[in-house]
DNA sequence: CGCGGTGTTGAGACCTGTCAAGACGTGTGG
DNA sequence: CCACACGTCTTGACAGGTCTCAACACCGCG
C-alpha cells in the first residue's frame, strides 16, 4: 500500500528490508480524504505526519484578498506535511485534489524511527529537502518563465516524478487538475491557463482530454519548458 | 563569531552550553569572499556546509537565457548550503552579494554532530525547513502579489530577519543590494524596481539611501506587503 | 430538466518589459 | 588634478503579456 513511497525513496537511496518493515509499522491509521478536504490548516499544532497514497494533494498559500497559490503537488509516495515533525505548525495548507488514500504517522513514531535508523533521518531529512527543491524550480518558474515555458514545466515535472512510481503509460498521465487549479500552481489566472494551453496543443506538444495528459512531443516540451531534471535528484546514493 | 548564528537559533529552540561548543568545535575553516564570489556552483559534489558570519549572501538559479532568479538571501547567522548535507550537490549556486566572512563544517563534522546530539538533528533539520518556508513565501510572492507589494514584504521580511540577531537599528538596517539585485529577487526587471521603489518612497513607506533602509511606516508597510511572520518560526520551543 | 462546474472566446485595460538615453558618483590612470 | 570609464540610478516612449469582465457552450448529475 506504500508501494509508491518506496518505489520513491529506492529510486534515491538504498533502503533495507529491516527500515522498510519500521517504516511500514509506523504507520497508525489509513484515512480517505474527499476531493478538496483540508487535512492541515494553516497555523494548526500538529503531532502527526501523513503519506500520500493514492490520489494527488496540494500545498496552498492564501492572500488577505482571497488570492491563492499552491505552491507545490504531491503525488503518491510523498510525504505533504513531513516538515511539520520539525516545524510543529505549518505556514500553509494542505489538501486533498482529488479522492485521496492517506497513511498517518505520529510524529512520536517518526521520532522513535529516526533514533533507532539514523540513515532514516537522513533519508527523510533528504525528502525534505527535496520538496524544497522543487518548490526553488517553481520560484524560477514564477519569476522567469513565460506562462508556456511554466505550464509546459509542470508538465515535464508531473511526467518524471510520476514515472519513477510506475503511474505513466508510455508518454501520458492521468492528470486530474481543471485548468482553474493549474492557474492556482502557476500564478495565473484560469482564462489565460486555457489560452497557453491551446498554445501548447497547437505546437503538437502535448494533448490533454478527459482527464488524460499525453506528452506527443516530449523533447519539444522539454525544450519548451528548459527543464532540467537535476533539480529532482534521481540518482541512487547513500545520503 | 558566531554569535548571529546562536541569536537565530535561541529564537527558536533551547540550545545548552554543551550543544553551543560542539556546533563551535565543528568548524574547520573561516573563509572570506568577495562580492559576487560563488561558493557552490549548481551541480558540484560538495562534502561541506557554510555558516555566513559576516555579509549577505544568495542562491540563485538560471534559466539557459541567462535569465537569473535569486530565491532565498542569507543573512548572518544562514547556513546557505545546509542542505547539501543530505542533497549531496546543490540545484542552484550560493554567491557572496557582499565581501562575506564564513565557517566552513565539513560533513563528517555534521555526522557525527548530529549523531551524538540528536536534538541538533532537528535543530537543523528545523532550519533546512525555515529556508523552505521563507522559499514557499517568496513564491506566493511572485505567483500572486503586485511588485508594490512583493518589494513591501521584501523588506518586511529582511527587517524582521536582521532584528533577531541585532542588525537593525530603530526602524532601519543596511541594505547593500543594488536594484538589479532585487529585480532578481523579485521576478522583475531594474526598470520596474526602480518605479516600484519610487511609489513606496511617494507613500512615504520607506527611505533607501546610502546603502541603508529606513522603514518610515511599519504599519503601512507590513499593510501594503500583506505580510504575516508566521512563516518565520519565530517562537521558541522544543524542535 | 435544470443546475453547477468546467472549458472557451472576445474586447479592452493594465501591469510590466524593452529599448534607449542621460545623470550622477566613484575610482583609476595619465 | 583632470579625463575617463564604469556601475548605478533615473526617465521616457512604446510594446507586449496577462488580467478583467462578460458571455456562452458543454457536460455530468441530481
Excluded at 45 to 51: H, N, P, R
Excluded at 89 to 118: K, S, Y
Amino acid at each position: 500500500m506504500l508501494d509508491a513511497h518506496f518505489l520513491k525513496l529506492r529510486q534515491r537511496d538504498f533502503i533495507t528490508a529491516d527500515e522498510e518493515r519500521a517504516i511500514r509499522r509506523s504507520v497508525s491509521d489509513i484515512r480517505e480524504l474527499r476531493p478538496d478536504e483540508v487535512l492541515v490548516r494553516a497555523g494548526d499544532e500538529i503531532d502527526v505526519s501523513t503519506l500520500l497514497i493514492d490520489g494527488w494533494m496540494a500545498r496552498s498559500k492564501l492572500l488577505r484578498g482571497g488570492q491563492r497559490q499552491i505552491t507545490e503537488l504531491h503525488l503518491p509516495g510523498d510525504f505533504p506535511d513531513l516538515h511539520s515533525f520539525t516545524l510543529k505548525r505549518l505556514d500553509h495548507d494542505v489538501f486533498a485534489l482529488t479522492q485521496c488514500r492517506v497513511a498517518v504517522i505520529p510524529h512520536e513514531n517518526l521520532v522513535r524511527l529516526t533514533e533507532r535508523f539514523p540513515h532514516l533521518t537522513r533519508v527523510y531529512w533528504f525528502l525534505t529537502n527535496l520538496d524544497a527543491a522543487i518548490q526553488r524550480e517553481w520560484t524560477l518558474s514564477l519569476g522567469r518563465r513565460s506562462a508556456k515555458a511554466r505550464m509546459a514545466h509542470m508538465f515535464c515535472e508531473l511526467f518524471y516524478r510520476l514515472k519513477i512510481i510506475g503511474q505513466t503509460r508510455e508518454n501520458s498521465f492521468a492528470f486530474p487538475l481543471t485548468q482553474a487549479d493549474i492557474a492556482e500552481c502557476l500564478g495565473l489566472t484560469s482564462v489565460h491557463i486555457n489560452r497557453t494551453l491551446q498554445a501548447l496543443r497547437r505546437a503538437d506538444l502535448v494533448r490533454l482530454a478527459d482527464r488524460r495528459l499525453t506528452i506527443l512531443d516530449l523533447e519539444g516540451l522539454l525544450k519548451a519548458a528548459d527543464f532540467d531534471a537535476d533539480y529532482l535528484y534521481l540518482d541512487r546514493r547513500e545520503r
